[in-house]
């Protein structure tokens, strides 16, 4: 099967190792520079549905799945689908659940799913009214795609309006929603639309620094399993937030299909829906697929095709993953890029660890960071202890200048999982 992957992070170097241990025979555009290494790359702006068809075209493939979520909102896969390729991902318009926080907690509140109560407000005055309605700490959120870093959660009334306000200036809605407690879960699952297959759940480090702290990023690093998560937790997602939305965006003649990512808060008064996205998490799948032990592809083709219900349950190794990114100088605010990467083969060769890029380019005598995620460094093992300290050795072994990476993925759950046997 010939597979086409969009996208060019360490989740779409995740995909295509995961594509190509099922046997397949991959592609992807634009790809990094690991993973031009590994498979034949094309130049191509993802959000560009009309290339991306074309290239499908020339190139013959059976299956194109799409990685980020600027090309599914932009109709990417609308465009594949009409010229008749099969597509992992969802339509513009079912992608909205990513695109539009708005509609999300619409269609949450349709199909009765359990989420932070909001306000959508258009002026700044009805921020205001909304910051004190729901009180400290703040939660302020731009309605559209933000890579992760429209959300502002503070007790500082003044930042929360100064945040409000930027994305009112930048044309956007603002959602001003009640604060969730509690630990957070991000669980995906497969969907042709109708059928939904749970994968594994996985924590996602949000903040750029240890003990969560600094700014809010695109993720430092995550892990799985969660050995204190509750045993049922991924059944009441699928009974209380999955299977519901999927129902309810087919009820609306936009079936979703592709993969629905479940950005989870534990509360104290309950399961809470954070955030939909209409993709694979970034760094969450480098762990999920990393414990993955039935084929990737037949799942990602059971949805392009609407036969999701014909293939296997996924099968799960009882092993743990750990992922740390490695980010660049300046990361989130101002990203430093260009510089060489060294020792990249010296963490490969660290035992039960590999290396995925995500902001890399090839330069003159290897690859030079090209992003503000530079790599996401995988670590194995039979606890999440043994997955962390695999990752951090690899991580020891990479030189960048200036980059920084947080300590702390992984560390209290490793302290707390004594207890766990198995899966
Ligand atoms: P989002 O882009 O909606 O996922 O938000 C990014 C991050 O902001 C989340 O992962 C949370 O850590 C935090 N966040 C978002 N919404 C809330 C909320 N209602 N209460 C507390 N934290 C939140
Ligand atoms: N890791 C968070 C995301 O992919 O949105």
């Not at 695109?99 to 509140?109: D, R």
């Not at 809010?216 to 997602?237: C, E, F, H, I, K």
């Not at 989130?332 to 510089?339: A, I, L, Q, R």
Request: with cysteine; proline share 7%.
């Amino acid at each position: 099967m010939k597979v086409l992957v969009v996208g060019s992070g360490a989740r779409e170097h995740a995909l295509v190792t995961a594509l190509r241990k099922d046997g397949c025979d991959v592609t992807c555009a634009p790809g990094n520079a690991g993973i031009n290494a590994d498979v034949t790359t094309y130049p191509l702006d993802p959000s560009d549905g009309a290339a991306v068809a074309a290239l499908a075209q020339r190139i013959g493939v059976d299956l194109i799945v799409i990685g980020p979520e600027a090309p599914l909102v932009a109709g990417v896969a609308d465009a594949v689908r009409e010229g008749g390729i099969a597509c992992f991902g969802p339509s513009a318009q079912a992608a909205q659940l990513e695109g539009s926080k708005a509609f999300a907690k619409e269609v949450m509140l349709a199909a009765g799913v359990p989420t932070a109560r909001p306000a959508v407000c258009v002026t700044i005055d009805d921020v205001k009214r909304a910051l004190d309605d729901f009180g400290a700490p703040y939660v302020v959120k731009d309605d559209g795609l933000a890579a992760g870093k429209g959300v502002v959660v503070t007790d500082d009334r003044a930042q929360a309006v100064a945040h409000a306000r930027a994305c009112l200036d930048g044309g956007s809605r603002v959602v001003i929603e009640e604060y969730l407690d509690g630990p957070e879960v991000s669980l995906f699952a497969i969907t042709d639309g109708t059928t939904v297959v749970p994968l594994q759940p996985a924590h996602d480090f949000k903040r750029v620094g240890d003990g969560d702290t600094g700014p809010n990023t695109g993720g430092m690093g995550a892990y799985s399993p969660l050995p204190w998560a509750p045993a049922d937790l991924v059944q009441r997602t699928l009974d209380t937030v999955l299977q519901p939305t999927v129902d309810e965006m087919r009820r609306r003649g936009s079936p979703f299909s592709g993969l629905l990512y479940a950005g989870l808060a534990l509360t104290s008064k309950g399961l809470r829906v954070v955030e939909f996205n209409a993709r694979f998490g970034d760094p969450e799948t480098q762990v999920v697929l990393a414990r993955l032990n039935s084929p990737l592809v037949d799942l990602l083709m059971g949805s392009a095709t609407g036969a999701l219900a014909d293939v296997a349950a996924p099968r799960w190794s009882d092993d743990a993953a750990v992922t740390v990114v490695v980010a660049s100088e300046g990361y989130p605010e101002k990203p430093v890029t260009g510089d060489p990467i060294v020792g990249l083969a010296e963490a490969n060769a660290v035992p039960h660890a590999y290396v995925l890029h995500a902001g890399t380019k090839p330069g003159d005598k290897g690859p030079v960071s090209a992003g503000g995620r530079v790599l996401s460094v995988v670590g194995t093992g039979p606890m999440l202890t043994d997955a962390r300290a695999a990752a951090y050795a690899a991580v020891e072994r990479i030189c960048l200048r200036g980059s920084h990476h947080r300590g702390d993925i992984a560390l209290s759950a490793a302290g707390a999982e004594s207890g766990r046997i198995g899966g």
